[in-house]
């Protein structure tokens, strides 16, 4: 398992998993199954309705649904799910910037259109070449092939396994933080400062992970910053006297929260997850 480490712009050390090669092939897969069985619906759909597309208007917007559907779904699923698509979650990874910052809807768009050049652009050549180019001579399918498989496995001989995607955009794919009380981290939550329900809601896996690194980092020009932001944001009015207990006791808190909801079958990967 390979190990990297992102300084946030707050000076904050994170330490992710790099998702692994099988993972993000059985990601992408997966993702694949979905986009063409919703084109597959689509087009029963309206063949049910219109009983032939020979010469019908009906196979033009087909052609303008499947364009949208494969190279949208991404964009679609990483803004809406903070770096993942039901592939990714299937898989248990997701994209993050590797600055360590939030991840932009720039950054998402940026690395999905450049799949346009590095997959579907070829595949129809190779796949309906008669159709892109009828005339096409047996050095135009090589180029196609090679193109294909060269930008398919370029993850494969890069330190960070990144597409060129994730080296336009600046991201990363690194694999979901698991779900695990940390004895060290919670030995001194003595219970001082409590939490409702209500207030537990607000955050997921990954903001754990992030409040985590805080926590063993124990920087203090950081601790105070964090601490009020959780506050403000979970509506915590009562009076703190140690910022980094008030953290550490969220953490115990939030963390014993995400486990029994786990218990249910809910998982809840970030803030932005419903």
């Given at each position: 398992m390979k190990v990297r480490s992102i300084v946030t712009p707050e000076g904050i050390p994170l330490r992710f998993a790099l998702a692994r090669a099988g993972d993000r092939i059985a990601a992408f897969v997966f993702d694949l199954f979905v986009q063409s069985a919703a084109i597959a619906a689509i087009a029963i759909g309206l063949?049910?309705?219109?009983?032939?597309?020979?010469?019908?208007w009906l196979t033009a917007i087909i052609v303008v649904?499947?364009?949208?559907?494969m190279n949208f779904y991404f964009v679609f699923f990483e803004v809406r799910w903070q770096g993942a698509t039901p592939g990714k979650r299937r898989a248990g990874i997701r994209v993050i910037d590797a600055r360590g910052g939030q991840l932009e809807t720039s950054s998402v768009i940026?690395?999905?259109?450049?799949?346009?050049?590095?997959?579907?652009?070829?595949?129809?050549?190779?796949l309906a070449r008669k159709l892109v180019w009828p005339d096409a001579p047996t050095w135009a399918t090589v180029l196609a092939i090679v193109w294909t498989f060269t930008f398919l496995f370029l993850p494969l001989f890069n330190r960070d396994r990144l597409r060129v995607g994730d080296l336009i955009a600046g991201t990363l794919v690194v694999q979901q933080p698991r779900v695990m009380l940390l004895p060290d981290l919670i030995a001194d939550a003595r219970g001082t400062y409590e939490f409702t329900p209500a207030q537990l809601t607000f955050y997921g896996v990954y903001e754990l992970q992030v409040l985590e690194d805080v926590l063993r980092a124990a920087r203090a020009d950081v601790i105070r910053p964090i601490a009020d932001k959780v506050r403000a944001k979970i509506g915590f009015t009562a009076e703190v006297a140690d910022d980094e207990q008030?953290?550490?006791?969220?953490?115990?808190?939030?963390?014993?929260?995400?486990?029994?909801?786990l218990l249910f079958g809910q998982r809840r990967e970030d803030k932005h997850a419903k």
């Open positions: 063949s049910a309705v219109r009983g032939s597309f020979e010469g019908s649904m499947a364009f949208f559907i940026a690395r999905n259109l450049v799949r346009e050049l590095e997959v579907w652009t070829p595949l129809r050549f190779l008030f953290l550490r006791e969220f953490y115990a808190a939030q963390r014993a929260h995400l486990e029994q909801k």
